[in-house]
Nanobody, 121 residues
Framework: QVQLVESGGGLVQAGGSLRLSCAAS????????MGWFRQAPGNEREFVAA????????RYADSVKGRFTISRDNAKNTVYLQMSSLKPGDTAVYYC??????????????WGQGTQVTVSS
């Protein structure tokens, strides 16, 4: 069992930066692929980024490549999403997720409760 708690969301102007954190509890954190998803009002939840258990492999949605960076600290049971050059279109609730493998991150086993990110123009 893994519990996920996101933090770091807020209101930022376009062009600004935010760093989201996801603190995980549970003994299996270091063996899980971790990911970030987001859901804007009226839209389906979409994939943003993922990182393998070791941190050696990452994956990004085309819409955030070059602007967002996912990382993890297994000693702290935490995964991060550094977001830069934010756009109003990045406004959404951001969710942390955990899966057993990178191949299954699109169907995570665990979800956090979400944190709101609002980018003003």
């Amino acid at each position: 069992q893994v519990q996920l708690v996101e933090s770091g969301g807020g209101l930022v102007q376009a062009g600004g930066s935010l760093r989201l954190s996801c603190a995980a509890s549970g003994r299996t954190f270091s063996s899980n692929t971790m990911g970030w998803f987001r859901q804007a009002p009226g839209n389906e939840r979409e994939f943003v980024a993922a990182i393998s258990w070791s941190g050696s492999s990452t994956r990004y949605a085309d819409s955030v490549k070059g602007r967002f960076t996912i990382s993890r600290d297994n000693a702290k049971n935490t995964v991060y999403l550094q977001m830069s050059s934010l756009k109003p279109g990045d406004t959404a609730v951001y969710y942390c997720a955990a899966a057993g493998l990178m191949a299954t991150i699109m169907s995570p086993d665990y979800w956090g409760q979400g944190t709101q990110v609002t980018v003003s123009s």
